[in-house]
């Protein structure tokens, strides 16, 4: 299937969820991020503030922000620059996402973990974004352990992957957790 016909099916699959079903969804997910190996160690974590179809995040960084250091991303043109998160520092931003605010922009190389958003992932770490690239072009330059989160039907078969995808070292859903790259635990 090719990457614009999984965003649309995906699409349409995450329209018919439930809020009941889309709070489950996250919990188990996040409950899954919390007890890999890579989440334990990680300081400093590169998350994102969820859109209204992906899984919500604000309960996870509502939870941690306390004990870990977050950080968010910002659209600058046409790539995504990292700043520390503070729930009272942000404003909606490029695609209608809250963003935080300020210049105390943090080089990628700092981050230990990034937890991504994207629209499907297969077993082997391929992931679909949205389309528009901004991840692949930050994650092409990051060394921290990538963590690919979604809804169940959001693992696929199979993606094919092209030279500029970057993939992920784990991916997560309600029910699984795959460790793709054996160098992450």
């Given at each position: 299937?090719?990457?614009?016909?999984?965003?649309?099916?995906?699409r349409?699959l995450?329209?018919?969820?439930?809020?009941?079903?889309?709070?489950?969804?996250a919990?188990?997910?996040?409950?899954?991020?919390?007890?890999?190996?890579?989440?334990?160690?990680?300081?400093?974590?590169?998350?994102?503030?969820?859109?209204?179809d992906?899984?919500?995040?604000?309960?996870?960084?509502?939870?941690?922000?306390?004990?870990?250091?977050?950080?968010?991303?910002r659209?600058?043109?046409?790539n995504?620059?990292?700043?520390?998160?503070?729930?009272?520092r942000?404003?909606?931003?490029?695609?209608?996402?809250?963003?935080?605010?300020?210049?105390d922009?943090?080089n990628?190389?700092d981050?230990?973990?990034?937890?991504?958003?994207?629209?499907?992932?297969?077993?082997?770490?391929?992931?679909?974004g949205?389309?528009k690239?901004?991840?692949?072009?930050?994650?092409?330059?990051?060394?921290?352990?990538?963590?690919?989160?979604?809804?169940?039907?959001?693992?696929?078969?199979?993606?094919?992957?092209?030279?500029?995808?970057?993939?992920?070292?784990?991916?997560?859903?309600?029910?699984?957790?795959?460790?793709?790259?054996?160098?992450?635990?």
């Amino acid at each position: 299937m090719e990457k614009n016909e999984i965003r649309k099916k995906i699409r349409d699959l995450k329209s018919m969820l439930l809020e009941k079903e889309r709070q489950s969804a996250a919990d188990d997910v996040f409950r899954r991020v919390e007890n890999t190996a890579a989440f334990m160690v990680a300081e400093r974590i590169l998350m994102y503030h969820s859109l209204p179809d992906e899984l919500s995040t604000r309960a996870f960084l509502t939870k941690w922000s306390n004990r870990k250091r977050f950080y968010l991303p910002r659209v600058n043109g046409v790539n995504l620059e990292i700043l520390p998160y503070d729930e009272t520092r942000l404003e909606l931003g490029a695609f209608h996402i809250e963003e935080p605010t300020g210049n105390d922009v943090v080089n990628p190389d700092d981050i230990d973990l990034i937890i991504v958003p994207g629209v499907a992932y297969d077993n082997r770490g391929n992931r679909v974004g949205r389309g528009k690239g901004f991840y692949d072009r930050l994650l092409r330059s990051m060394r921290a352990i990538k963590i690919g989160i979604g809804y169940e039907f959001q693992i696929v078969n199979e993606i094919q992957a092209e030279s500029h995808d970057v993939k992920m070292d784990i991916v997560i859903s309600p029910s699984s957790c795959v460790v793709v790259n054996p160098a992450v635990k």
